[in-house]
């Protein structure tokens, strides 16, 4: 009996595709194998990343998604074994569980059943990730995924700065921390948008020539645009949306330029660079710089992400094939 059972191919609309925003065909392989019931290439990926924070983090970001509804046989492997891959693999299928539990949405639009499972299983996921932490002192993956965990459960602000800071010790530009950062910072999760803003922007000054970490002032853009949305939205403000949708990237057009500069100029292979093409790509259609847009729609391929594109109103697909009639 396969322990591990097959789960759906994931794709969007024509020919993009959708939760698979990267280029790494060993990962590939091994959601192969875990579509067959195989769990030991998942494992095997994992360990031979562990000197690459950024390839390990994505991958255990994937690989936790696809095992969703089998965390716990997962961290029984880990106990039985001690790997600490294995543990960081439950941690993360935990962390994929809780949040499939709680959907999309404000958290006032949280039902109570679902809140308390969506805690209940976020706690589950915080002794595998801290064990995954001690067997690999340096390794800044864990310690990023407790930040998710941090979030989800409302811990106090000091408690996420500690983990922020485990994090900077270790590999301060790693993508997938400085994103929960900036979530930890948004007013959704009780944060501050200028506080955010600032967070965001520092990012992008001391972003390395060529890393694509200076995109979480695009990010963070987003978080407030989609906050003003909302809002506009709620109280059928239609002006007030016209406004929003024609003049909010305008206005941040130049510092986000500056910060897709900073990358462009001597752009680094990174397993987040699609990612961040598809943030540049929807700032710049926004802003209506043509040439810009243009350049990052293309570099994104067939590669589809839900942030930014589900941000702006009409759903994911229909953002992107708007953007792509009118640009591309």
């Not at 591990?4 to 609309?13: I, L, N, V």
């Not at 350049?295 to 839900?306: K, P, S």
């Amino acid at each position: 009996m396969r322990l591990f059972g097959k789960r759906g191919e994931h794709t969007g609309p024509e020919r993009m595709v959708r939760d698979r925003t990267y280029d790494d065909l060993v990962l590939d392989a091994a959601l192969a194998e875990l579509a067959e019931g195989k769990l030991a290439a998942a494992v095997t990926v994992l360990a031979e990343c562990r000197s690459e924070p950024e390839v390990r983090a994505l991958r255990a970001d994937v690989l936790g998604t696809e095992l969703i509804g089998q965390a716990e046989e997962v961290v029984t492997l880990a106990r039985e074994t001690g790997d600490p891959d294995l543990w960081l693999l439950g941690g993360r299928a935990f962390l994929a569980e809780a949040w499939a539990v709680r959907g999309g949405g404000r958290a006032e639009r949280v039902s109570d059943d679902r809140r308390k499972l969506f805690h209940a299983t976020l706690r589950k996921a915080v002794v595998p990730l801290q064990s995954a932490a001690e067997r690999l002192p340096r390794d800044p993956v864990p310690w990023a995924s407790l930040m998710v965990a941090a979030m989800g459960l409302g811990l106090t602000r000091e408690q996420k700065d500690g983990l922020w800071r485990e994090v900077a010790a270790r590999y301060p530009t790693l993508w997938t921390a400085n994103c929960y950062r900036v979530q930890i910072l948004a007013r959704k999760w009780g944060g501050d948008a200028t506080e955010m803003l600032a967070f965001a922007r520092g990012c992008a000054d001391r972003a390395p020539q060529g890393d694509p970490v200076s995109a979480m002032v695009v990010l963070a853009h987003f978080e407030v645009y989609l906050e003003c949305l909302q809002n506009a939205l709620e109280a059928r403000d239609r002006r007030a949306i016209v406004r929003l949708n024609t003049h909010y990237f305008a206005q941040a057009r130049d510092e986000i330029a500056a910060a897709a500069d900073r990358w462009m100029c001597a752009p680094r292979p990174h397993p987040r660079a699609l990612e961040a093409h598809n943030l540049f790509a929807a700032a710049f259609g926004m802003a209506d710089d043509a040439s810009r847009a243009r350049l990052h729609l293309t570099a994104m391929g067939d590669r589809l992400h839900d942030i930014p594109w589900g941000y702006l109103g009409l759903g994911v697909e229909k953002e992107y094939r708007a953007m792509a009639e009118k640009y591309l």
